[in-house]
């Protein structure tokens, strides 16, 4: 059974800063991982889709990475905003199977 | 072009009552999810669609049931409800290519049972 986890469970950082969220799977025969932005009360925002066949995606000032190998990817936020203050949640895709969920990192950001 | 939307927004509800959860999608796609989400327990699967006419069991399928009449419609409903499925309800949609592409979210119910 696939599981994710996602280190650490909360960051505070101070504005400007660069910084990075991992995400850890148990299997690595997946399809895709997708990550998500969501702010308090409500929904999930897709942030950045990566495919398996592919080591990065980029937008703007956030790059996620995917290491299928060892079961990981990194977001990287460069020059962090109080606006980025939100939970983030990594998702894997494998196989029939629907997307499976970390319990994410929430991020606060202080000015 | 509204994405995926969901009805009601909130909803409390007394222990034993019933009732519907809508969830509509305009984008044509073909797999539908409902998910719940509670406090250190992240997001987990309810019930899935793969097509119109086809449901199956989530992660947590237990007091819930979904019907797929439509294809832009997926429901999800509380036959008795109880205190324990007090959470915030999400739906979410992906096309037929859903192994590769992206998952698109509703804004949530947040339902309370007393």
């Known amino acids: 059974k696939q599981e994710v986890t996602q280190i650490p469970a909360a960051l505070s950082v101070p504005e400007g800063e660069n910084l990075v969220l991992n995400c850890s799977f148990t299997?690595?025969?997946?399809?895709?991982l997708q990550w998500f932005r969501q702010d308090p009360g409500k929904g999930l925002t897709s942030l950045l889709l990566?495919?398996?066949?592919?080591r990065e995606q980029t937008s703007g000032r956030l790059n996620a990475s995917l290491d299928k190998s060892s079961g990981r990817s990194t977001l990287y936020i460069a020059a962090s905003q109080p606006g980025d203050s939100a939970t983030y949640l990594c998702?894997?895709?494998?196989?029939?199977?629907?997307?499976?969920f970390g319990k994410g990192t929430r991020l606060s950001v202080i000015a | 072009n509204a994405g995926v939307t969901q009805t009601p927004k909130f909803r409390v509800l007394k222990t034993g009552q019933s009732m519907t959860l809508l969830c509509a999608q305009d984008?044509?796609?073909?797999?539908m999810y409902w998910y719940r989400q509670d406090p250190g327990m992240g997001l987990r699967l309810i019930h899935y669609?793969?097509?119109?006419?086809?449901?199956a069991k989530g992660e947590v399928p237990d007091g819930y049931n979904v019907s797929r009449l439509k294809k832009q419609n997926f429901l999800l409903g509380l036959e008795s409800a109880a205190p324990s499925q007090t959470s915030v309800y999400f739906c979410?949609?992906?096309?037929?290519?859903?192994?590769?592409?992206?998952?698109?979210f509703g804004p949530g119910t947040r339902l309370t049972v007393l």
């Open positions: 979410a949609s992906t096309s037929l290519a859903g192994l590769y592409n992206e998952q698109f």
């Open positions: 990566i495919q398996s066949s592919q």
């Open positions: 998702a894997v895709r494998g196989g029939n199977t629907p997307l499976v």
């Open positions: 299997d690595s025969a997946i399809y895709n």
């Open positions: 984008m044509n796609h073909e797999y």
């Open positions: 669609s793969v097509g119109e006419g086809t449901t």
